[in-house]
T-cell receptor, first 114, second 115 residues
């Protein structure tokens, strides 16, 4: 069965620090990959997605993620975080043959201290 | 304004009662989904529907039921058979074309508390 694992459950950073959130998935076939963010009191929204092509994907608000197929990973990065990045981040995977079914990781809570 | 509407934001019910959560979208999306979010467990798929009058069970469908009579609407009923119904419920939709579905857009959620 497909599964998604996010390594860090709770991350605390100071403003301007660099961020990397880990995401690994288990699935043998072709996948689509997503990072979603849930800011306090707001809807879950899409940060970025990978369907095919360049494995380095750029999203909104300065976030990027790199798909490394050999490592089954899709880590999220941001060079310099801001207090407004405080949120919960979810990695999600769907198989290309059943793209309707998203499997989510457990989520990582990011707290940025001003 | 295009989007997904879920109502109400908070819902309280007594144990043993069925309750229906509404989800409406005006994005003209074919596919709709219901998830349950619990702390430390991420989102888990309850049911999904890729076309009107058709739906499939997700990973945790037991104790839930859905209908998809209209493209815009995908109500979820939490039945008394659901052992642990207190949770945050999220509805989502996505466009679908040529057998492929695309990124999902989420509603604001309904927090259900059953006592």
């Amino acid at each position: 069965a497909q599964s998604v694992s996010q390594h860090n459950h709770h991350v605390i950073l100071s403003e301007a620090a660099s961020l990397e959130l880990g995401c690994n998935y288990s699935y043998g076939g072709t996948v689509n990959l997503f990072w979603y963010v849930q800011y306090p009191g707001q809807h879950l929204q899409l940060l970025l997605k990978y369907f095919s092509g360049d494995p380095l994907v750029k999203g909104i608000k300065g976030f990027e993620a790199e798909f490394i197929k050999s490592k089954f990973s899709f880590n999220l990065r941001k060079p310099s975080v801001q207090w407004s990045d405080t949120a919960e981040y979810f990695c999600a995977v769907s198989s290309s043959s059943n793209t309707g079914k998203l499997i989510f990781g457990q989520g990582t809570t990011l707290q940025v201290k001003p | 304004d295009g989007g997904i509407t879920q109502s109400p934001k908070y819902l309280f019910r007594k144990e043993g009662q069925n309750v229906t959560l509404s989800c409406e979208q005006n994005l003209n999306h074919d596919a709709m989904y219901w998830y349950r979010q619990d702390p430390g467990q991420g989102l888990r798929l309850i049911y999904y529907s890729q076309i009107v009058n058709d739906f499939q069970k997700g990973d945790i469908a037991e104790g839930y039921s859905v209908s998809r009579e209209k493209k815009e609407s995908f109500p979820l009923t939490v039945t008394s058979a659901q052992k642990n119904p207190t949770a945050f419920y999220l509805c989502a939709s996505s466009r679908s074309s040529g057998g492929l579905t695309y990124e999902q857009y989420f509603g604001p959620g309904t927090r259900l508390t059953v006592t």
